[in-house]
């Protein structure tokens, strides 16, 4: 084993669009009741690493969770954000609205995104922008599609993706956290091996020419798979869909 890295671990769960506020209020109750004891050492050593722990949830719900975040330690995410910083653009919502409600990061690029609403890498760069400007944090994801890597084109398609964000230059890569999420495993219940996934973090760590970033890893993260990927060196964290929904899978997560 090398060196410890110096990164600091995250957590983000993503939400999607799932939620009503009875539910959410139930979901964030369990959250914050927190957790059982740690059961073993060196789960107990983790937990007490420093560890960024955040929620990305629907916009309407952003303030019910601001109120019910407050003072948690457990901090609040949108899952998209406009490029434009406001005026006549019905239906968007800014990034300075986003932080103006106690947001303070924000999913860009996300694959369902990309999927169906078309968004190209170099609107994901322009939301990168949006983002950093309102003060927010983004987390951008990338990844490539089953056919990609059956084709043995996934570290192209994934550097694709990056490129117009490497472009944006280092002062931007020091203020963002990357996603590698392959779209194979997003909530299909195949996880990228460890192996896989560490692979592909080394690639996107080197293309983008930074020790510092922090690169998490997305697609069917569990309880039961997280331990295997955060002992990765690339793997600085999780982004975390369907089980983020289930308070105690998430809080095991982040425990790992
Ligand atoms: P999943 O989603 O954990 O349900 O696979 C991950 C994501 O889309 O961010």
Known sequence: MGVPSLRKRLVAGNWKMNGSL??????LNEILARPEEPSSSAQRDAAQQPCDVLVCAPFVYLPQLADALRDSGIALGAQDVSVHAKGAYTGEISGAMLADIGCRWVIVGHSERRQYHQESSAVVAAKVVAALD???????????????????????????????VKALGSDVLARIVLAYEPVWAIGTGLTATPEQAQEMHAQIRAFMGSGELRILYGGSVKADNAAELFAMPDIDGALVGGASLDAQEFLRIVAA
């Not at 009875?22 to 979901?27: A, D």
Request: aromatic share 0%; with cysteine; glycine share 8%.
């Open 134 to 164: 309102a003060g927010l944090t983004p987390i951008v994801c990338v990844g490539e599609q089953l056919a990609d890597r059956q084709a043995g084109q996934a570290a192209c398609v994934v550097q694709d993706q990056l490129e117009p």
């Open 22 to 27: 009875e539910s959410n209020r139930r979901l």
